[in-house]
């Protein structure tokens, strides 16, 4: 198996590579079971998270016991075709992630400064 060769080498993984996988692209209606299915074939999982809000449906997240299993998944499963959709398999970026929230943040406290003042943008 591929994730053997990797540990007995002296393989230095990239930074980004971590035990944590950001799915996108998945099918709404995809279960915990067929996720479970398609991901533990590659290694032991810890968790999978799959959303379920209007803002992060089509998303999980899948969590591996051990970083060489998160590889080689990521490595076979980038553009997997489920259910006429390619799977977008990315490591968790914390950082990423966090910035998206703070654009957020960031947005309504100057949409609130401005009601605040009565500034308004939009042209009249």
Do not use: C
Request: proline share 2%; charged share 30%; glycine share 6%.
């Amino acid at each position: 198996m591929a994730t053997i060769s990797l540990r007995k080498g002296n393989t230095r993984l990239p930074p980004e590579v971590n035990r944590v996988l950001y799915v996108r692209n998945l099918p709404f209606n995809i279960s915990s079971e067929e996720m479970y299915d398609i991901f533990g074939k590659y290694g032991a999982i810890r968790q999978i998270r799959i959303g379920t809000s209007k803002d992060t449906r089509g998303t999980a997240f899948v969590v591996y016991e051990d970083i060489y299993d998160a590889k080689t998944a990521v490595d076979h499963l980038s553009g997997f075709n489920v259910a006429n959709r390619y799977l977008i398999v990315l490591y968790y970026q914390q950082a990423k992630m966090s910035k998206k929230f703070d654009q957020k943040k960031k947005e309504d406290e100057i949409a609130k400064m401005q009601e605040k003042y009565g500034v308004s943008t939009k042209d009249k």
